[in-house]
């Protein structure tokens, strides 16, 4: 396919603020459903500056639309990867790679404690029960999860699991090599967004990432995944019924749903119902997770925090606001970076969407 650059968006480029200090470069790369997203930063008197980053549509490539998802060969999302990196002037080479949720199996299991071999043995005896493919298919990793400060050791411990198809990899590694990428980790999409959006310490947080195709759930505490959920639904879901509801073609409804969000106000076709059906039952089944964690663990979700692209929708904070009896707000992993002042409200605006990019970029920099 000839590269159309309407479709692609690149957000900024503002590396020649920093040419005349040069430092090592990294950078965070995270290949979703609908399209991949880079950042790219580094580290200037322990600080993290943004140099630049860009988004790619993928639908195109597809024969789909902006905003849908789609299934890429390895080779074409290389050479989109490496369109993007040129567009978006990245210097660097040096990267880490988000592994896809849904590629992954996360689960918090309780075991007796043990320790050395008789653990390992015990948990991958353990896995066998949760991992619906033989283990030698997959990439086995797990943490003890450290003990409550303040309360007695209990009996068991929780270990969490967390396992990655080799498929997952092997796409990713012949991604790397076509790309000429030099790739140090890659890492579950789900840690790179709580390092880059997570800032509560110690209490737990609910982080609602909407993607194209589905919508990830997890209660974060103290840094790890107390719990996860992933929801068949997602922002092209919204989209294809505001479709229905009206005359929009695909790629209007796309445009018009981030423009217009949750407006009482939008003209004619523009269908706000048919866009809070959708969320309506996004947020409904989130609540439901987080009830029941609540109810399990007898503790309280301080804070609910919107990311993905999905969460790219006007009044999407308040609306979700009205499902949920503790704070709401939008992720800002930029806040994280310096960067220049002009650019702030649109790294606010756009932030939901590079959550992971951002929090791969920040893993990275802790290699320098």
């Known amino acids: 396919m000839t590269h159309t650059w309407y479709y692609v968006r690149i957000m900024a480029s503002i590396f020649s603020r920093f040419i005349s200090k040069p430092s090592p470069s990294v950078l965070g790369i995270d290949i979703g459903g609908s399209s991949v997203k880079i950042v790219q930063l580094k580290k200037e008197n322990g600080i993290a500056v943004l140099e630049t980053y860009g988004q790619l549509s993928l639908g ?152 194209a195709a589905t919508t990830k759930v997890y209660i974060v505490q103290r840094g790890l995944v107390a719990r996860s959920h992933s929801i068949s639904r997602g922002g092209q879901n919204v989209t294809k019924a505001l479709t229905q509801a009206s005359s929009l073609g695909f790629a209007k409804a796309e445009q018009l749903k981030r423009d217009e969000g949750i407006s009482e106000t939008a003209p004619k076709p523009y269908n706000k119902d048919s866009v809070t059906l959708t969320y309506s039952s996004i947020f409904a089944e989130a609540r439901r997770v987080l009830r029941e964690f609540e109810t399990k663990e007898k503790k309280v979700v301080t804070q609910v925090i919107l990311t993905g692209g999905g969460g790219v929708t006007k009044k999407l904070k308040e609306y979700a606001g009205n499902f949920f009896d503790t704070n709401v707000t939008l992720a800002d992993p930029f806040q994280k970076t310096d960067a220049p002042a002009f650019m702030r409200p649109v790294l606010q605006e756009i932030g939901p969407e590079f959550a992971v990019a951002v929090g791969v970029a920040l893993r990275k920099l802790e290699e320098i």
Do not use: C
């Open 60 to 211: 195109p490539y597809g024969d789909k639309e902006v905003g849908q998802a789609v299934n890429l060969p390895a080779e074409t999302i290389a050479e989109n990867l490496k369109d993007l990196i040129r567009e978006a002037n990245v210097t660097t080479n040096s990267a880490g790679i988000a592994i896809s949720f849904n590629k992954t199996l996360l689960t918090t299991v309780s075991l007796p404690r043990k320790e050395g071999k008789e653990l390992q043995t015990m948990i991958n005896l353990e896995a066998r029960k949760y991992i619906p493919v033989p283990v030698s298919e997959v990439q086995l990793d797990w943490f003890v999860i450290p003990d409550e400060e303040g309360k007695e050791k209990e009996r068991n411990m929780k270990v969490l699991l967390v396992a990655v198809h080799n498929e997952a990899l092997t796409h990713l590694e012949r991604i790397v090599d076509r790309a000429a990428l030099a790739v140090s980790f890659y890492e579950i999409e789900i840690f790179s967004s709580i390092r880059a959006v997570v800032d509560e310490p110690t209490k737990p947080v609910m982080v609602i990432d909407i993607g």
